[in-house]
């Protein structure tokens, strides 16, 4: 039987990370199918069905989905699940929302978060922060799953899928979308930039984030923050790295004035290069960077928005 | 009123978790153990609506060893009326534990259970979505803020790009964000208060709920070490080091 794949989209554009779950959902041998859930959604279906390794897209283009909400989306989902013995949905905060209601009703255990296909029945998943790496394997029946998308590289955009149109679900009516404050950037987004910076408590205030801004719009980096910074306000929440946060894995992250606290590292210790700049000599962060700077991040960073001006960016 | 609040005995989130050599798990032995903080934002929402006269009973629920009774006195002594201890060995997976809290929820009829968004030590983030999806109720996860209004509840929450707020009939499941309270310290008549506050004891089987793992955990291995790079003394240094790794 195929898999699906739950798409995430803002009806506009799909989002890189189901390009990411569908590579994942390929190495488990089987046809890949996406779910696309939104309305008037059209070119997510298209970009959708390009994706490599998808065999057919699923849409369902309903006003119940122009804003989904766990509820109607796993009434969705549970209307096609007899056709798939594998789930998949990438672990954002939506896919994290609606999938385990799914794998509940289903009566089956959700994996959550998985790093990698193991086989196609067993998968390796992080526990305590990333600080221990589980393998399980599981039971025959259907499999729930949801994808850290940083641990798999997007499927390709060179496929050519069939497409179906599929009924809603009944609205169960218990919960509505009422409004949402979306933070606006023209920088690229957290968990897909190439390159991150990141401010901690050391910043001192949301003012100066602004010095990181400038830095990241040279290197068309995306801007990221400690737990610490934003529970003192200086960024929105959507900022936050970390466990609880977001999990980014750039090529180059730069953490500036971040001490380097267990839960913030597991958001960003599988980035392929760590930069750090600090003051203090003996912060935790300096223990898994790769290139260190002992600096007052006040002097370093403007510094760093020169030289880099200098060496053309 | 009532609200319930399961709770988790967790190992302490400031201790550096260590994996046994054998492979089998975690190192738990002799290591500082905690309410999992997302539960603890729990109960502190829980106790602020007693307080605030928009709950009658707040009930501390905790599956696990005998040891989690010592969670369900931190959480009556935050303010919690009396807990439930259903005595469980060796690991529950999420399903079991919302099947468990939904026959709670069953027998005592809350009109909200404000679970956290994830244990910290399993991250599964998935039992107050199982255990809304079992008892067909509305769940607003990752909740940033609520105002309870009557017979529903409107909840700001935190999402991948900003902040959404959504509204659910009650009775319904919420799970906690880090930012929607700071949780108190109990005071030590409080702690003192809740040596005579009242805990159940009850097991799986009272519930009619299997507990035995459906997933099988062949390892747990220490994930990829990162070595400690070179530190620098300038600016320019350290843009070279970077140009030379080729990320710049």
Redesign the interface.
């Known amino acids: 039987m195929a898999a699906l794949v739950i798409a995430e989209h803002d009806n506009k554009t799909l989002k890189d990370a189901t390009a990411k779950t569908v590579a994942a959902a390929v190495q488990l041998g089987a046809p890949v199918h996406i779910l696309v859930a939104g309305q008037g959604c059209g070119a997510v279906v298209d970009a959708a069905a390009k994706l490599a390794g998808v065999e057919k897209v699923l849409v369902a283009d309903d006003a119940l989905y122009a804003r989904p909400i766990a509820e109607t989306m796993a009434a969705l989902i549970l209307s096609l699940a007899d056709r798939y013995d594998t789930i998949l949905a990438p672990a954002t905060t939506s896919g994290k929302n609606y999938l385990p209601r799914v794998a509940a009703k289903l009566d089956v255990p959700q994996i959550s978060e998985i790093l990698k296909v193991v086989s196609a029945d067993t998968f390796e998943r992080p526990i305590y922060a990333g600080n221990a790496i589980q393998t399980v394997q599981a039971a025959a029946g259907k499999k729930v799953i949801t994808v850290r998308t940083t641990a798999f590289k997007a499927a390709a955009s060179t496929g050519s899928a069939a497409i179906e149109n599929v009924a809603a679900a009944s609205d169960p009516g218990t919960a509505k979308f009422v409004g949402e404050t979306l933070s606006k950037s023209e920088r690229p987004e957290l968990t897909s930039a190439k390159i991150v910076i990141s401010g901690g408590r050391g910043l001192q205030s949301g003012e100066n984030f602004k010095m990181l801004e400038k830095v990241a719009d040279k290197l068309h980096a995306a801007v990221g923050a400690s737990r610490a910074a934003v529970d003192a306000g200086f960024v929105p929440n959507d900022y936050q790295v970390g466990q609880t946060g977001k999990v980014v894995a750039p090529d180059l992250y730069i953490a500036v004035g971040i001490s380097g606290a267990i839960q913030h590292l597991a958001g960003m210790k599988d980035s392929k290069v760590i930069a750090a700049i600090n003051k203090d000599e003996e912060a935790p962060i300096f223990q898994i960077a790769d290139v260190g700077l002992v600096a007052d991040l006040f002097k370093a960073v403007p510094e760093m928005e020169e030289e880099l001006s200098k060496l053309g960016y | 009123m009532k609200v319930l609040v399961p709770v988790k005995r967790v190992?302490d989130?400031n201790v550096?978790?260590r994996?046994k050599a054998d492979q089998s798990g975690?190192d738990l032995a002799n290591v500082k153990m905690s309410m999992n903080p997302?539960d603890e934002i729990g109960v502190e929402e829980a106790v602020r609506l007693k307080e605030k006269g928009k709950a009658s009973e707040v009930i501390a629920v905790s599956i696990g060893p005998a040891q989690a009774s010592e969670t369900i006195r931190t959480a009556l002594a935050m303010g919690a009326d009396r807990g439930i201890l259903v005595k469980t060995e060796g690991d529950v997976?999420?399903?079991a534990v919302?099947k468990i809290l939904k026959a709670i929820c069953d027998a005592e009829n809350p009109g909200l259970v404000i679970t956290g968004?994830?244990a910290?030590?399993?991250?599964?983030?998935?039992?107050g979505?199982?255990?809304?999806?079992?008892l067909?109720?509305?769940?607003?996860?990752?909740a940033?803020k609520l105002e309870l209004g009557d017979g529903k509840a409107?909840v700001e929450?935190?999402?991948?790009?900003?902040?959404?707020?959504?509204?659910?009939?009650l009775p319904?499941v919420l799970t906690t964000?880090?930012?929607l309270n700071e949780p108190r310290y109990a005071s030590l008549p409080n702690i003192m208060k809740a040596k005579k506050k009242p805990i159940d004891e009850k097991s799986p089987a009272d519930y009619g709920v299997d507990t035995t793992p459906?997933?099988?955990?062949?390892?747990?291995?220490?994930?990829p070490k990162?070595q400690?790079?070179?530190?620098?003394?300038?600016?320019?240094?350290?843009?070279g080091?970077?140009k030379e790794?080729g990320?710049?």
């Open positions: 190992i989130y550096k978790v994996v975690v997302f997976e999420p399903l919302a968004k994830q910290i030590d399993d991250d599964s983030n998935q039992t979505q199982m255990l809304a999806a079992l067909d109720w509305p769940q607003a996860t990752f940033h409107g929450r935190e999402i991948d790009g900003g902040l959404q707020t959504i509204e659910v009939k319904a964000d880090l930012r459906r997933l099988k955990v062949l390892k747990v291995s220490e994930p990162r400690a790079g070179t530190k620098v003394k300038t600016m320019s240094e350290f843009l080091k970077l790794a990320v710049l």
